[in-house]
């Protein structure tokens, strides 16, 4: 089968820049992203995406009102379409049975039935969100009960492995691409199309092949893994204080352990973003359904060093400012989860910014990407009074006008124009002693003692 048209369901942080891609690399397939969010359909049509990550916007650009059209037209597009990608959201259950750790499968549901509703003709239907293990089934379940015309479907699994930041390098060049389709003629059929499309930019050796349970369990595991190494040497940086070793030598060292490898061992505030916290809450809630509870409660523990993290890190803070913020102003560089993304989803600077507002400090932020909107949506859901964000939150317009009387000064974003700051200038600024605590250790430490700041930098003895 050859693809001629590709419709993808959702236009987030997935959906946006995979499509663009695509679009980018097969001219001759029609590429169309669908929402229902028309301000976000506004935003892709225009010249501020809602997305930033570096070199999307020169590909959208280049592809938009040619082979690449933003939509909340659905119907008509999954109607066209040869394959369609779900690329809507999965977040973790708030209410009910598996809250707080089970994936909420109602965007996918709801998707499914509007694919079967409308669909003639031969569809490959292609999971893009991050999902439990089989739910694939569910949909073929929920397609099979709703489709009532000669329509035929075959499902697949293709979770996406980008990082946020680094997405249009990671899918110009991927590490892998893996896709998952049943084991019969028909799913090794649409399994094939697939692949064809990625081929004509991937070299065939990195596009993996496995069935659909093995795709769907490995994204999953992919994140888990990933995580667990953050948390790891979180944890570790914790003993270094309190030994006298210095975290960034302990990583160097395990680093270069060919065993082992030096990626994702970098000590810091935390790790936030979208996948990592919901895919290993997923992950356990897995395998408390499968009766595995020391499985669940191995990767339960993944988050627990990281929520430790963060509010270990606020009350070395307040401890180091002689055991009270109440009153002080506290500079947070950076908002994002992290650099060269707008993206704030479980970002360690909603936390840390929470428990400072709860302590009555007064919290001037820098971000080069995230707007005043965001911020104050995501502290109010983080529990924030608007009381709170009215007299004691401020958003300003560098570093340095965050640091302008500040009593500390917090990094928690690595954004590469903090590692460039004049620290003469920010010393000056500050009133004294002036403390910087460096969650993202992108400060030197030699330079910050020689400008005179008192610096805690996290795992450093």
Known sequence: MKIKSICCLGAGYVGGPTMAMIANKCPDIQVTVCDMNQARIDAWNSNTLPVYEPGLREIVESCRGKNLHFTTDLKPAIAAADLIFVCVGTPTKSYGIGAGRAADLRYIESAARLIAEVSHG????????????????????????????????????????????????????????????????????????????????????????????????????????????????????????????????????????????????????????????KDILNLVYLCESFNLPQVADYWRSVVEINDWQKSRFVEKIVRTLFNTVSGKRIAILGFAFKKDTNDTRESAAIHVIRDLLTENAHVAVYDPRVTQETMHRDLLEAGVSQHSLDTNFEIVASPYAAAENAHALATLTEWDEFRDLDLTRLYDLMLKPAFVFDGRAILPAEALAKHGFEAFIIGKG
Not at 216 to 223: D, F, G, H, P, T
Not at 230 to 254: F, K, P, Y
Request: charged fraction near 20%.
């Open 122 to 277: 031969n569809k490959i239907i292609v999971e893009k969100s991050t999902i439990p293990v089989k739910t694939a089934t569910a949909i073929q379940r929920i397609i099979a009960a709703n489709n009532s015309t000669d329509a035929t479907f075959q499902v697949l699994s293709n979770p996406e492995f980008l990082a946020e930041g680094t997405a249009v390098a990671d899918m110009e060049n991927p590490d892998r691409i893996l896709i998952g389709g049943e084991q019969t003629p028909e799913g090794q059929a649409a399994l094939n199309a697939l692949v064809s499309v990625y081929a004509n930019w991937v070299p065939r050796e990195k596009i993996i092949t496995t069935n659909l349970w093995s795709s769907e369990l490995s994204k999953l595991v992919a994140n888990a893994f990933l995580a667990q190494r953050i948390s790891s040497i979180n944890s570790i940086s914790a003993l270094c204080e309190a030994t006298g070793a210095d975290v960034n030598e302990v990583a160097r060292a395990i680093g270069s352990d060919s065993r082992i490898g030096p990626k994702f061992l970098k000590a810091s505030v935390g790790f936030g973003g979208s996948c990592f916290q």
